[in-house]
C-alpha cells in the first residue's frame, strides 16, 4: 500500500518515469523508507492495468533504453485518496525497531550499550539533516507536502533520541 501511495502521489504532482519515481523517493525519504525498485515497476504496472495511471510516451536519452512516461488518471486519483484515507483510518503506530526492542535486554551489556550508542548517533545524525531540509524549503508546488513530512519526521526523531537518552541512564545504572 505504502508504494502504491508513494507512487501515485508523486504522479499527482506531474508525469513521471520509473526512475524519476526512485529518484524522488531517495530524495525525500532516502533513510526513512525501503521501496525496492523492482516493486516501483511491479505497482507501475499494476496501476496501469488498473487503469489508475497511463504510459503517455517512451523518453529516450542518448543510448540509454527508452523510459515510459507515466501519468495518472482521474480513477487513479480516486483511488490513491481511498488509500490515503484507508491508511489514516488504520491508526497503527509501528516502527522498524519496534520489534527488536522487547528483546534488548537479551543483548550482552556491552552490545547493548554500543546498540544505544550507534543508534543515538544515527538518530542525531539523521536529526540534523532533516533540520537542514526543513530550512531550506520553500512553500513551493510540491514541496510542501516535504515540509509536513520532515517536520514529522523531525519530532519523531527528536523523540527517539530523548528515549535513547533516558535508556543510556537505565542500561548505566543496571
Known sequence: MKTELAILGLLIEGNLYGYEIKKKIIERLKDYVDIKFGSIYYALNKAVENEWVKQTGTERKGRNPERYVYEILPAGKKYFRKLLRQYFEQNLLHFETDIILMFIDMLEAEQKEKFIA????FIEDKLNEIKAKISTKTEKEGERSQIFLYTYLKYH???ELDWLNSLMKITNTH
Open 118 to 121: 550507534d543508534r543515538k548517533k
Open 157 to 159: 526523531l527528536q523523540a
